[in-house]
Structure formats: C-alpha cells, structure tokens
C-alpha cells in the first residue's frame, strides 16, 4: 500500500508524461461535440465550424461496425465425459450472463469509440454486492493515467491512476465533512465547488484520494494541479479480493504510443474550417458590398445621414460625391481547396463516402462498392475486434477472481438469453470455474453483423461448415446446444403432426379424443406434445379404474357367503310380483370337474329346499 505523497509523486509524472497525449485527446473531443472554434485572427474574430463533421461521423460508424458483434466466450473442458462438456458450457453461459446482466455490450460500444477516438479505452471492474454479479465500469481516457512501461497490444497494466472530479455536495452526502475540511481548512465550503478525487489501483487495491479544490474546467485543473504542492487524504481503502489487478487500459496498436485514429486529419479540418469560414465571409460581403464616396470636382463628399449597413434597410444621404459598390469575390481556388481539403481527410482517416450514405462516382454495382468499403475498413475493425477480445479475455478472469472471492459457495441464479429464449441459470462459482483461462473470440474480426450473417450462410450452403458451428457463431443465438436441440424437437412436432393427422383422417384416433386434444392447444393450456401425452394418461388412467372395478367386483362375488348368494332368490320368492323389479342375484360361473359342477348344482338348488318342504316323488 503506497502512501499518499507517494501516489501525488507519480500523480504529476504522468500528467507531464501523458500531457501530448491528453493534448489531443481534448482536440478530438471538442471536434466530436461540434465546440471547437476556428480562430481568424486577421478579422479579431472566432467562427464556428460550417463543413461536414467527418471525425464524428467516423467514430460513430467505425465503433457501430466494432461493437455489432458479440464474442463469443469458450471454456476448456478438461476431459471429454459429458459432466465435464456440461460445465464447460455452464462457465460460458455464466460469463454471458454476466455481460447481459450488465448490459455490457452497450458499454462496448461506448468503449469502441474510446479506442477509435482517443486510442484507449480503460475499464475498472468491480463486484456488484446487491446483485452478486461483477460489474464494469467504463472510464474516461481524459481521466486515465496507467504505468508508462504499457505498450500497445498490453492491456494489463501495473498500476493506474483516475482523475476526476466531485463537487463538495456529493462528497458530504458520502460522509467525508472532515476530509474536506482537512485538505482545504475550511468548513463553509461552497456546494457547487469542486474537488479533485484520485483513484490508485494496483495488484494490492483501490485508494481513493481527496486532494485539491477548484471551480474552473475539471480537465485543465487536473493539468495545472501537476505542476503544483499538493496535499491529500485518503478516503477509502478497497483490498483487492483477486489475484490480478481490477483495471485493464486497451490500447489502439501504433508505432509508438496511445494514438486515435483521426489524430492525422485534425490540421486538415481546421484548414478546411477556416477556408470555408473565410468563403463565408467573402459571400456575405458580396450581398451586402462595401461602400465608398466618390467626390465630384471641386467638392468633398460628405454623408447627411449614415453611413448605414446594407443589411439594416436603411438609406444613406450624401452631399458633394456619389456612392460606389465595390465587389469583392473569393479566389478561384477556394472551393476546389476546401473539397480536396475533404478529400484528404477521408483518405487519411479512412471515412469512405459510404459512411455518409453516398457513394463515389466511379463505382457502378453493389459488389464493388463493398470491396471498397472493404478495404477501408476491415482491417481497424479486425484489429480493434482483436484488442478487444484479449481484453475482455482478461476482465472475465477479474470477474472470475471476484465471484469466487465474494460469492464462490453460495448457489447464485441469473437469466441468460433473450426474448422467449430467457432461461434461469443457478451456478456455485467454485464448482463452474474451476480454472479461469478460457477464449474469448469474434466469430469473423473484421466483420460486422450483416457481414457475419451473410458469410455463415454461404459457408454452410457450400457445405464447409456445419450447422451447429454457424450456430454457434451466430450472435442471435444464445445458445447453439439448446438451438440444437429445439431444431430437433421442431422437426419431431412436424412429423407427430403429420401423424396425428393421418390417423384422424383414418378414423384410428376417436373424436372425442381428438376434440380434447384441439381444445388443449388451440386455447394455448398445453403444447401438442403435453396435450397428447394428457390424452394418453386420461385414457390410460380410465382403463385402469375400469380394471379396478371388474377386479373389485370379482372378489365381492368370491367373497360371497351361501345365505348372501340364496338372499335375491328368496327374495323373488317371497316378495310376490314386486320381488321381479329385483335385480336378478347373480349365478357364480361353473368351474372345473364334476365336483365343481356338483356344488353349483346343490347351491343352486339350495334355495328353494329352504323357502319350502321338498316334495316326495311317488313311484315304487
């Protein structure tokens, strides 16, 4: 843990370290938000910009090309056993979830222009306690000021500082009275007064400072405080729960250092600017002309009432002279100088006219205006898409190192997917992560969405890639396993479908059935396949307490005494004629052998011995 003189040490080397750096970052930015001024000295006035803003129009175009496609994030598995296969997969549908969670993709399109722009795009990334999910958070290069042993293509670096700025408000709402007043001495400060927070990350934690105040522009302050004493305290001290340092700095690959881009083509916007503004000046000379007095011989002009603008409406009056227009016209070099002026910066910058949604004049079919816009482009955003994925590489293992710190016994459940598609995912970080390296890919670097759709398709109508493969590569599908296996399943429910229909059609399925079986689905209560396996179980469940019953109803018979069997009988006989409404008693079935036969014979019989004496036989 470094003390606070320590880090307002390394705090003001590298604000002079990175000063040129932050020089045009600060010119780009105010060319991006439309605010630059364009100076004319000669005339003691300032101009704002009249030509097309290309720097704006190509960042946002190069970063909605970068950030169009999501990467995809694979894990190892060590063995080829299904369970391993399974958590390899749940590690990566995990990490997805954690993105959409976070809504990371947006942040990568804020972080494209970042790169594209200013050359870096830094990103801190903590754990969200209220969630139970890491969190990244996107931060400013103008506030940015990591080790300078970093070079392009390293995104790790050893340290790094934030600077930025909160007003006196914020920081007593965040219970830091006493901090305030230990650094400025006073304690009436005003509200909307703002003080300088430093923020030093590294392997061991986070220290946030409080430092100096100021009302002036938080970006030149920050500069001007560098050069300065300067005295702090410390506000917090967050202990690193990871193995790794908690901030990555990607950095656009060039020759040197950190460079956006369109660095190149600022001289030549500012060139462009002040011509057209010069041109503009010369046109509204031209509609309202300087006026002069020419004096008559012998007598001195003079004006009675003006001399008035042309464009106020009023009248001059003059005596002794006459009044004179002269017209003054621009050269005739300035609009093929301010349009080659233009020409240079989409040349130099590589913003092609297609950005702008025009097209250039020598290109007659579609196919060769993607070749165009192919050489242009391509290759920064693959090389961005590059950075990006090694980046993001890095940041998942932050967010591994955190989960399994904070959170790595406890079940935790997150949705992952989107739309109909959503589904819940409970994971234990020990048990999914247990090993942290892992790929994360664009499917095709240097193409953007349509690009990416487009070349699947062809390569699977070729037949050199497999469906599952596209599937997986394709950033509208979540998920290619579960694709997969709904694929099989659609397929499945055509042809129980096909079936259903061809025994109703035969009369094999009986209507009453059937009508069930419409009336579960078409009233959205069950899916085809849970309404037939319902019918099924009905009916097979109907067999069943039918079988019940005969069954019951045997043993009732076998359970039967001979006064319960001769019961009915003697009822009919005694009764008289109401005794036949009665139900008829039932008659055991024979069995096997005489003896049997014999039984049935004498209980039959035994009845009527019963109800009456038996007759004598006469004869011998």
């Avoid at 400072?209 to 938080?218: A, C, F, N, V």
């Avoid at 057209?276 to 006026?291: C, N, R, S, W, Y």
């Avoid at 006459?322 to 130099?348: A, C, K, M």
């Avoid at 097979?540 to 039967?560: C, I, R, S, V, Y």
């Amino acid at each position: 843990m470094k003390s606070v003189e320590e880090i307002l040490g390394l705090y003001k080397q590298r604000i002079n370290y990175y000063a040129p750096l932050q020089s045009r970052i600060r010119t780009v930015q105010a060319i991006y938000n439309g605010s630059a001024d364009i100076p004319l000295p000669e005339m003691e006035r300032n101009e704002s910009p009249s030509i097309p803003n290309l720097l704006a129009q190509g960042v946002d175009q190069m970063a909605g090309r970068i950030a169009s496609v999501t990467p995809t994030v694979t894990f190892a598995n060590k063995n080829d056993n299904r369970e391993e296969r399974r958590r390899a997969m749940m590690a990566g549908r995990v990490v997805g979830g954690w993105w959409q969670e976070d809504r990371l993709m947006m942040k990568m399109k804020q972080r494209a222009r970042h790169l594209i722009a200013y050359g870096m795009s830094p990103v801190v990334v903590r754990w969200n306690y209220k969630n139970n999910t890491p969190t990244w958070h996107v931060r400013h290069p103008l506030e940015t000021f990591p080790s300078v042993d970093i070079t392009a293509g390293q995104v790790t670096p050893t340290d790094v500082i934030f600077a930025y700025r909160r007003s006196v408000a914020w920081l007593r709402s965040m219970g830091y009275q006493n901090q305030i007043t230990t650094v400025t001495g006073r304690y009436d400060m005003s509200q909307d007064a703002s003080m300088l927070l430093i923020e030093y990350v590294d392997i061991y934690g986070t220290q946030l400072l409080l430092t100096s105040y100021s009302t002036t522009d938080p970006y030149e302050q920050m500069m001007f405080e560098g050069s300065k004493s300067m005295k702090g305290t410390v506000l917090e001290f967050i202990p690193n729960m990871g193995d790794e340092i908690c901030a990555t700095v990607p950095m656009r690959i060039t020759l040197d250092g950190a460079a956006g881009q369109f660095d190149n083509m600022i001289g030549m916007y500012y060139q462009q600017a002040r011509l057209m503004a010069l041109e503009t000046i010369a046109v509204e000379k031209g509609i309202f002309p300087d006026t002069y007095i020419v004096s008559r011989p012998g007598e001195v002009g003079r004006f009675l009432d003006g001399p008035h603008d042309g464009r106020s409406g009023m009248v001059n009056v003059i005596a002794g002279g006459d009044i004179r227009e002269i017209q003054s016209q621009p050269g005739y070099l300035t609009n093929p100088t301010i349009d080659r002026l233009e020409r240079n910066q989409r040349v130099t910058a590589g913003i092609p006219p297609e950005f702008g949604g025009e097209s250039g004049s020598n290109i007659r079919t579609g196919r060769r205006g993607d070749a165009v816009l192919s050489a242009v482009i391509d290759f920064p955003v693959a090389e961005a898409q590059e950075t990006f994925a090694y980046a993001i590489t890095e940041e998942d293992k932050i967010a591994i190192s955190l989960a399994k710190a904070n959170n790595g016994n406890n079940p935790t459940t997150i949705y992952v997917g989107t739309g109909n598609n959503t589904k819940a995912v409970t994971y234990t970080a020990n048990k999914v992560f247990q090993d942290k390296n892992h790929v994360v890919s664009y499917p095709a670097t240097g193409t953007d969405v349509n690009s990416l759709i487009i070349g699947l398709g062809q390569r699977v109508g070729l037949g050199i890639m497999s469906k599952r493969t596209a599937a997986a590569l394709d950033p509208f599908i979540d998920n290619s396993e579960t694709e997969h296996d709904q694929i099989i399943a659609e397929g499945l429910e055509q042809a129980l479908v096909s079936g259903l229909q061809q025994q109703a059609a035969t009369g094999a399925i009986p209507p009453l059935v059937l009508a069930k079986i419409m009336t579960l689905v078409s009233n959205d209560r069950m899916e085809l396949a849970e309404a037939l396996n319902k019918a099924t179980q009905d009916a097979l469940k109907e067999q069943q307490k039918l079988q019940e019953e005969q069954q019951a109803e045997q043993q009732n018979q076998q359970a039967m005494t001979p006064d319960q069997m001769m019961a009915p009988a003697m009822a009919a006989a005694m009764g008289g004629p109401n005794a036949a409404q009665a139900p008829p008693s039932p008659i055991p079935g024979a069995g096997q052998g005489t003896d049997d036969l014999g039984a049935l014979l004498s209980s039959l019989r035994r009845p009527e011995t019963a109800g009456q004496p038996v007759p004598q036989m006469g004869g011998r």
